[in-house]
């Protein structure tokens, strides 16, 4: 008489096997990794207490992922950021383009945080790189200056 236990015991060890052998087989295929940002070059590094246009040129590895698009946003301190704007590919692993940073209303200097952002087949990376200095502002938010007028008598 076979013992049903040893049966069940090897079909239970090939199955076992089988599994093992396709699993290895798949792990051989890995993923495309998420694009990876670094050396980035911002032009200028500081700014009039208006703000202006920063030149920006970053290096963006697409480590196997289908870049989608580059785009790059400027936060003041404490503030919202601005429009993204899209960087184009300039040669080999670089990208180039230029962001608006907003005016500096506050009476201190203050500074500007810029972000890049890639957009990829293997999903979103943004990472912060670099800041730029901005000048003290005069206070107001650029309004009318003039005086009201007296109180009616």
Known sequence: MINRSFVA????TAALLTAGIGMHCRSAEAAP??????????????????GGTVSI????????SSINSVSATSTLSGGTPSAAA???????DFYTGSVRVAANSRTKKTT??????V?????????????????AGTGSTGGD????????I
């Open 9 to 12: 015991s090897t079909f239970a």
């Open 33 to 50: 990794k998420k694009p990876s940002i670094s050396s980035a070059t911002l032009t200028p590094k500081r700014l009039a207490a208006a």
């Open 57 to 64: 040129r970053v290096k963006i590895k697409n480590n196997g």
């Open 86 to 92: 899209t960087l184009q590919a300039s040669g080999g």
């Open 112 to 117: 500007a945080s810029i972000y890049v952002q």
């Open 119 to 135: 957009n990829s087949t293997s999903g979103l990376v943004s990472k912060k790189v670099g800041t730029i200095q901005l000048d």
């Open 145 to 152: 200056t003039t005086p009201p007028p007296p109180p009616n």
